[in-house]
């Protein structure tokens, strides 16, 4: 009955219950940034380790260039001492030698408190303890050289270990020779002197002792702990095949479990157990997926590494940063930190990257542009206001064109009120009464927001300028049926298309024969060609609109509009929009504003004649009925 028992329970363990679900890869920017970190590392390292070895700590450039391929630079040796100025640094020892590199001052001193931390008798029995117990997970003891020098870095070794470290202990530690597996030629090979059954503990056995307060037992149903990026969620078969796997027994690594069949469960759960270990032996807690595969080849785990890697995400994370494949313990990393760090790990990084000066560009740059913004924020305010004063000093005294034409001028009910009444930083309006034919007239200045730096930079590249629109405000008996407008040929399309009284009333006016008409540059919208003739008379074309007067001065004239259709309070109104000159040209705008009290006479006045009077009355009276 025994004996049937454990044939049963052999044949248990022999069973693969994997189900056939890709176990799909999910990036983990935190252990990504905890590899990309230590890129260039090795490299450096490298490097730095020959340069210090050599009598002078230096070395010609040109021999450190044949070491681009054996350590594995992706980049020119010259090119990646630059990269570092902190580190390494050229100089030429005399005119008949070639140029050599050094180590700075700094890094030197980082090398010595590396050196330091080496040769500590702590440091050293850590050191070899974790070689050992590293040796005795291959089963026999041994491994060749070249397999050892793939994880020298990763164990924290020291860059000539084979002298240094393991020549002081020969109880533990020594270099034979062995048949290569593969080419069947000698290689030397470190090997254990003997066998440490104490040290035979995994790290997984220790916390279950430490946790159970007992001695390590064998066949415990030890489980993994197994940590997911955010919002990573296993496939509900794979789950339920991971619940089952993580109750079977734990085989040591430091047992030798290959009479399992090698695609059982229970095989997979050993080889993750060796992965596991593996990987907590190293200081940094991972290594490139390369050296572990090489490593499963030689000591006849075949593709089972890989598989074990691919079917664990949540023990194991590969991260394809700094141009190669990382294999990451996950429990050993809070975040992008190291949960035990080993001292060797702050002395790399420290040597790799050296504390510079801290750099306080962002800082500065931040503080110039605020400051920058406040400067050019009271600078562009104060143009503004000074614009808006030499217009009003041009235009709003009492010997001005208003002055002249209105009896009462500013924003106020009264004599003493101020003229322009600020409305934004970069908006200002003005306003005029007491005039025949109108109720009034006001006047809006919007400005370049020259105050908003962001602004200004798009304004000297654009094309924004300084505008200002008048609105007369027609008392209704003094202005006839009037809907009549003039602008660049382009604006007048756009705006015939776009207002509702010239798309329904009026049209574009061709050039009449057999008397002088407004510039080429310019086109008239009207509802007759009766009313257009009769607005632009003779003296408008001599002094704007005909071709040599506005050649002159017709960069300043953006649009005019007369209509007495307009939708809301007042529907009568004459409107008028220039561009503005700057503070010291102000007398070149005088012809343009002359046209607003001509145009209120010539409007107030106007009367159509019988003929146009009988074609338009009917339509305008029906378009007003429909409005109301």
């Not at 060749?144 to 860059?159: I, Y």
């Not at 002298?163 to 533990?172: E, Q, R, V």
């Not at 962002?362 to 562009?380: D, H, K, Q, T």
């Not at 927001?449 to 094309?463: E, K, P, T, Y």
Request: charged share 25%; hydrophobic share 40%.
């Amino acid at each position: 009955m025994a004996a049937l028992a454990a044939k049963l329970g052999r044949s248990l363990q022999q069973r693969r219950n994997f189900v056939n679900a890709r176990v799909k890869w999910v990036g983990d920017p935190y252990l990504d940034e905890a590899v990309q970190r230590e890129n260039n590392l090795k490299q450096l390292l490298s490097l730095k380790d020959r340069i210090v070895s050599s009598p002078s700590k230096s070395l010609p450039l040109s021999s450190l260039s044949l070491l681009k391929p054996l350590v594995n630079l992706h980049m020119t040796v010259a090119a990646f001492f630059q990269k570092f100025p902190s580190v390494f640094t050229t100089f030429q020892p005399s005119r008949s030698l070639p140029l050599h590199v050094r180590l700075t001052p700094q890094a030197l001193a980082l090398h010595k408190e590396e050196e330091t931390i080496h040769l500590s008798p702590p440091h050293r029995n850590a050191t070899v303890q974790r070689l050992t117990k590293f040796l005795m997970l291959t089963g026999a003891g041994t491994l060749p050289l070249s397999l050892v020098d793939r994880f020298r870095f990763d164990l924290g070794l020291p860059h000539d270990y084979i002298t240094s470290l393991i020549g002081d202990y020969p109880d533990y530690f020594e270099v034979t020779e062995i048949d290569d597996r593969s080419t069947g030629e000698k290689t030397l090979a470190l090997a254990l002197s003997s066998r440490r059954s104490n040290l035979a503990v995994s790290e997984m056995e220790r916390r279950e002792a430490t946790i159970g307060g007992t001695r390590v037992k064998k066949g415990l149903r030890i489980r993994y702990s197994m940590n997911f990026p955010k919002g990573y969620e296993l496939d509900k078969r794979v789950k339920n095949w991971v619940e089952l796997w993580q109750n079977l027994p734990y085989i040591s690594p430091y047992e030798n479990a290959f009479h399992l069949g090698p695609s059982s469960d229970q095989a997979e759960k050993w080889a993750v157990a060796v992965l596991h270990e593996l990987l907590y032996l190293l200081v940094s807690k991972k290594t490139e997926t390369d050296n572990v595969l090489c490593l499963g080849e030689y000591l006849g785990f075949g593709m089972r590494f890989k598989k074990a890697l691919v079917h664990h995400p949540g023990i194991f994370y590969m991260s394809h940063k700094i141009r190669t494949q990382t294999v990451v313990l996950r429990e050993a990393y809070h975040k992008i930190f190291l949960l035990e760090k080993h001292p060797l790990m702050g002395m790399r990084h420290r040597s790799a990257i050296p504390k510079m000066k801290p750099s306080y560009t962002m800082e500065i740059v931040c503080v110039s542009v605020l400051i920058g913004y406040a400067i050019n924020y009271f600078i562009g305010k104060r143009e503004n206001e000074n614009l808006a004063l030499a217009w009003a000093r041009k235009f709003g005294l009492k010997d001005s064109i208003f002055g002249k034409n209105f009896s009462l001028l500013g924003v106020g009910e009264t004599e003493d009120s101020p003229l322009l009444l600020k409305e934004a930083t970069n908006v200002f309006k003005f306003k005029a009464s007491g005039r025949r034919y109108c109720h009034g007239l006001l006047a809006t200045m919007e400005l370049k927001s020259r105050h908003d730096l962001i602004s200004r930079l798009f304004n000297s590249v654009g094309a924004c300028k300084d505008e200002i629109s008048f609105e007369v405000y027609m008392n209704d008996e003094a202005m006839d049926h009037i809907v009549f407008a003039m602008a660049r040929k382009k604006a007048a399309k756009a705006m015939h298309k776009e207002l509702r009284d010239l798309q329904r009333f009026g049209g574009i006016v061709p050039t009449p024969g057999g008397r002088k008409w407004v510039s080429e540059e310019l086109s008239v919208v009207s509802e007759s060609k009766e009313v257009a003739g009769d607005m632009i008379t003779d003296i408008v074309l001599d002094q704007v609109f005909g071709d040599k007067s506005f050649e002159k001065f017709g960069k300043y004239f953006i649009s005019m509009q007369f209509s007495d259709q307009l939708a809301g309070k007042h529907r009568k109104m004459l409107l008028f929009k220039f561009a503005l000159p700057d503070a010291k040209h102000m007398d070149d705008l005088v012809r343009w504003v002359a046209l607003i009290p001509y145009y209120i006479d010539l409007v107030g006045r106007y009367k159509l004649s019988p003929q146009v009077q009988g074609q338009n009355l009917r339509p305008k009276h029906l378009s007003c009925y429909r409005c109301v």
